[in-house]
């Protein structure tokens, strides 16, 4: 079955400065990554999704990027503020069209 | 918040007691999921269920069961099997589109701990 890897567990950034989680994949036929949000407390959120078919996709301060050859695919937040502090999930549907869910990174925006 | 509803928000139970949780969507959702959090391993799937009165194993189905008689619920039911003695219970929905996958919109959890 699909395996993700996701790396770090943990990010601190001071405000402002970017932050970058990459994720890993098994499965060459997945062709479908999201990225969700989950602040303290309350549910999951779909922030950001890329197919096979784009190695690129931006949303004002955050993008998610894929290599397929690679299989990595990764989210960069820009410029970031206090309320982007929130634990990051990647995703990747398997053959069976399931979604595969990393173990999350718990990101930290100190001011 | 609209769109899954779950409850209770916390549940004890007694070892050796069964439980329901349950989960319901009025977003004609046809797909269902329920995924347990526990820290450090992220999402896993328990059950999910593509249409109404069929449904699949996930990763770590055993120790539970669901149902599915009507589109809008799909509750879970965690039985004196399962171990685990505290995990957040999270149930989602989406609107598969042809063979592509698409938005899951989760409800806000229900904690479940074995007292």
């Known amino acids: 079955g699909e395996n993700v890897e996701q790396h770090p567990s943990t990010l601190s950034v001071q405000e402002g400065d970017s932050a970058v989680i990459k994720c890993t994949y098994s499965?060459?036929?997945?062709?479908?990554f999201p990225w969700y949000k989950q602040e303290l407390g309350k549910r999951p959120q779909l922030i950001i999704d890329?197919?096979?078919?784009?190695g690129e996709k931006k949303d004002q301060r955050i993008a998610v990027t894929l290599n397929k050859t690679a299989k990595h695919f990764s989210l960069h937040i820009t410029e970031t503020q206090p309320e982007d502090s929130a634990v990051y999930f990647c995703?990747?549907?398997?053959?069976?069209?399931?979604?595969?869910f990393g173990a999350g990174t718990q990101v930290v925006v100190t001011p | 918040d609209g769109g899954i509803t779950q409850s209770p928000k916390y549940l004890f139970r007694k070892e050796g007691q069964n439980v329901t949780l349950s989960c319901e969507q009025n977003?004609?959702?046809?797909?269902m999921y329920w995924y347990r959090q526990d820290p450090g391993q992220g999402l896993r799937l328990i059950y999910y269920?593509?249409?109404?009165?069929?449904?699949q194993k996930g990763d770590i189905a055993e120790g539970y069961s669901v149902s599915r008689e009507k589109k809008e619920s799909f509750p879970l039911t965690v039985t004196s099997a399962q171990k685990n003695p505290k995990s957040l219970y999270l149930c989602?929905?989406?609107?598969?589109?042809?063979?592509?996958?698409?938005?899951?919109?989760f409800g806000s959890g229900t904690q479940l701990s074995v007292l």
């Open positions: 989602a929905s989406s609107q598969p589109h042809r063979a592509s996958n698409e938005k899951l919109f």
């Open positions: 269920s593509q249409i109404v009165n069929d449904f």
């Open positions: 995703a990747v549907s398997d053959s069976w069209g399931k979604l595969q």
């Open positions: 977003l004609n959702h046809d797909a």
């Open positions: 499965d060459s036929a997945s062709n479908y």
């Open positions: 890329i197919r096979s078919n784009v």
